[in-house]
T-cell receptor, first 114, second 108 residues
Framework: GAGVSQSPSNKVTEKGKDVELRCDPI?????LYWYRQSLGQGLEFLIY????????KSGLPSDRFSAERTGGSVSTLTIQRTQQEDSAVYLC????????????FGPGTRLTVL | QKEVEQNSGPLSVPEGAIASLNCTYS??????FFWYRQYSGKSPELIMF????GDKEDGRFTAQLNKASQYVSLLIRDSQPSDSATYLC????????FGQGTTLQVKP
């Protein structure tokens, strides 16, 4: 596609439910990042993929969070047993792969946990 | 110490003035540096990137990098109300780490 896409754009869920967020990177981009942005805050790094493997998942806040990437393309971020503090905008970004490459961001998924 | 630090602001400048945004980072091995602009409710969009010490100019924007002092700055000349946004500094330390962002307000 022309850019990074994410779905759903908005998700409202009840505390304790599981949610799955999807990211479709730019075709051919080998690296994919997930960030979380709470209201009025900066971007919090969660995990990054190079191809299908995740060299750095140090930002995942707890074991309720997991992510996978298949076929070097689509990635899903899963949050189990959601809590109210999980409410945030979850942003995905992709880049071609090198340390000097530019990250391109998707529109984000706004998650609200009631 | 945070890996990338920015003054949260808000930084308020009159229209037509120069806005100066600063960022410091802790990892001396950082290779590349980026400035993103984020409008409220939108995703970040890239404005500038810089890899080498010195200045890099692109239109009204100038990025400045000083690796010895571990800071990177963004100057916006002839500031416009449409420049009002949050500006995020990002540093590639092997992964891209963002600062908290500086909110810029350009007043007509």
């Amino acid at each position: 596609g022309a850019g990074v896409s994410q779905s759903p754009s908005n998700k409202v869920t009840e505390k304790g439910k599981d949610v799955e967020l999807r990211c479709d990177p730019i075709s051919g981009h080998t690296a994919l990042y997930w960030y979380r942005q709470s209201l009025g805050q900066g971007l919090e790094f969660l995990i990054y993929f190079q191809g299908n493997s995740a060299p750095d998942k140090s930002g995942l806040p707890s074991d309720r969070f997991s992510a996978e990437r298949t076929g070097g393309s689509v990635s899903t971020l899963t949050i189990q047993r959601t809590q109210q503090e999980d409410s945030a905008v979850y942003l995905c970004a992709s880049l071609a792969g090198g340390p000097r490459d530019t990250q391109y961001f998707g529109p984000g998924t706004r998650l609200t946990v009631l | 110490q945070k890996e990338v630090e920015q003054n949260s602001g808000p930084l308020s400048v009159p229209e037509g003035a120069i806005a100066s945004l600063n960022c410091t980072y802790s990892d001396r091995g950082s290779q590349s540096f980026f400035w993103y602009r984020q409008y409220s409710g939108k995703s970040p969009e890239l404005i500038m990137f810089i890899y080498s010490n010195g200045d890099k100019e692109d239109g009204r924007f100038t990025a400045q990098l000083n690796k010895a002092s571990q800071y990177v700055s963004l100057l916006i000349r002839d500031s416009q109300p449409s420049d009002s946004a949050t500006y995020l500094c990002a540093v590639n330390t092997g992964k891209l780490i963002f600062g908290q962002g500086t909110t810029l307000q350009v007043k007509p």
